[in-house]
């Protein structure tokens, strides 16, 4: 009787090993399989911003760009280099330019042309990554430049909050008036909302009796780092009109940037030091920041005074590093 338990545990235990290797082989197969799909065939997709879709030539085309992976539109890290091209109506690329992505994010700006003719160009982004993939992955975005046209209307516009979270509705107030400076109640146009590749939602609004435009976008439930962008595009008094607005989300980064006196902290110096801060869409934020040194002592306290900027007084000590703790509105460390 003994014997036949130890025989059946002795079974048992072969069997469990050999379920084991064979559980330890299936893991390794399929994360073999996963590495191989990640190398051989994960997709990356390049979303890009401008300020607006209509320039003169000369003007400065600014923009911001993202690369995600298209499994879960996480930010990508599988390129370096992100390549963007003006192509003009007769199809011929016009201007180009190489571009470093950190962290799968990368910005830039092109100087058009002076002697460019009126027409709808188009601006074309792709990663080092796409060019192992087909050219039907590549971001395209049709930008119209007019030698002849000077803005007939006026629109300034401003969010109701300062970013949004998922499942919120976004609301953007505009006053729209004319060159006189009336307001242009009743006036038409297309509204839309785009995340760079899909468009979520397009309808025909027009201006309050009181010169506003009122826009209202609930945030869908977020799929990776996205980022939605409304859109209103008309004619009036014979021609086009276009305006956009990057909608503000919880997903946002800080560039504190400093810029001493004559370009450099001295030690031992008092120096007056300017600064500036943005979030990664580019717009000035206001802030208040600690201002400490590297073993921790409190040097000042700093805020902005006018669009994200100001500046202060400091005295340098030898050998010390200092540091800027921001505070509000958000909080990390330069």
Request: glycine share 6%; charged share 25%; net charge negative.
């Amino acid at each position: 009787m003994r014997r036949a338990v130890i025989l059946s545990s002795l079974f048992l235990l072969i069997t469990s090993l050999t379920s084991m290797r064979e559980d330890d082989d299936f893991i390794y197969r399929l994360s073999s399989s996963l590495e191989l799909y990640q190398t051989k065939f994960l997709r990356e997709k390049v979303y890009l911003h401008i300020d607006r879709s209509y320039f003169q030539p000369g003007d400065d085309v600014w923009f911001k760009a993202y690369t995600v992976n298209s499994l879960n539109n996480k930010l990508s890290v599988l390129s370096k280099t992100l390549f963007v091209t003006i192509v003009s109506p007769e199809g011929d690329v016009i201007q180009s330019g190489q571009f470093l992505i950190r962290n799968g994010r990368a910005w830039g700006d092109f100087e058009l042309n002076p002697s460019l003719t009126s027409g709808q160009y188009e601006l074309i982004a792709y990663s080092s990554w796409m060019k192992n993939f087909s050219p039907e992955d590549v971001y395209r975005q049709k930008i119209n430049i007019r030698s002849d046209v000077v803005p007939n209307i006026f629109v300034e516009a401003s969010f109701s909050k300062d970013y949004f979270v998922e499942q919120e509705s976004a609301s953007l107030v505009a006053n729209v008036v004319g060159l006189d400076g009336a307001g242009l109640e009743n006036l038409k146009m297309t509204y839309s909302v785009s995340d760079g590749y899909d468009l979520l939602k397009e309808e025909k609004v027009k201006v309050e009796d009181n010169g506003e435009l009122v826009l209202n976008f609930k945030l869908p439930e977020r799929r990776g780092f996205v980022n939605y962008v409304m859109r209103v595009e008309g004619e009036y008094d014979n021609q086009p009109f276009h305006y956009q607005w990057l909608i503000p989300t919880e997903d946002r980064d800080f560039d504190l940037q400093f810029m001493p006196e004559g370009g450099h902290l001295l030690e031992g110096k008092t120096q007056e030091v300017a600064f500036k801060c943005i979030d990664n869409f580019g717009r000035n934020v206001s802030f208040k920041a600690l201002v400490k040194d590297d073993v921790g002592n409190l040097v000042d306290t700093i805020s902005s005074t006018y669009q994200g900027m100001g500046s202060f007084t400091l005295v340098t000590e030898p050998n010390r590093k200092y540091f800027a703790q921001l505070i509000e509105p958000g909080r990390f460390d330069k």
